[in-house]
Nanobody
Framework: EVQLVESGGGLVQTGGSLRLSCAASGFTFAFDDYAIGWFRQAPGKEREGVSCINNSKGKTHYADSVKGRFTISSDKAKNTVYLQMNNLKPEDTAVYYC??????????????????????WGQGTQVTVSS
């Protein structure tokens, strides 16, 4: 059974930092054969793709709203993907989810990220940025 477990959320002041973790287990294929994405959803808003990484090539994509502030990385030895979030803003407040899609998918735009079939999802972790 595939499991994605997020952790690292919390309450932080504007300008602060958090590092989210997404620990994956139960994959049928190797960790390299999955793309991992981070999404977020704020109350009353649609889910937004934040960032994703192609584990086989290490290629990354970021939403314009987080570019330059967030960094996604992958530790293949731990089957874990991280999202380092710096210079946080109140508008970053949301529940953050990680998701996995099988296949060595090269995701370079928000449009492609939105069309990928993200088969597996974590339970989410709350990030709250106070002003």
């Amino acid at each position: 059974e595939v499991q994605l477990v997020e952790s690292g959320g919390g309450l932080v002041q504007t300008g602060g930092s958090l590092r989210l973790s997404c620990a994956a287990s139960g994959f049928t294929f190797a960790f390299d054969d999955y793309a991992i994405g981070w999404f977020r959803q704020a109350p009353g808003k649609e889910r937004e793709g934040v960032s994703c990484i192609n584990n086989s090539k290490g290629k990354t994509h970021y939403a314009d709203s987080v570019k330059g502030r967030f960094t996604i990385s992958s530790d293949k030895a731990k089957n874990t993907v991280y999202l380092q979030m710096n210079n946080l803003k109140p508008e970053d407040t949301a529940v953050y989810y990680c998701a996995a899609a099988p296949g060595r998918i090269r995701i370079t735009t928000a449009e492609i990220m939105a069309k990928v079939i993200w088969m597996f999802w974590g339970q989410g972790t709350q990030v709250t940025v106070s002003s």
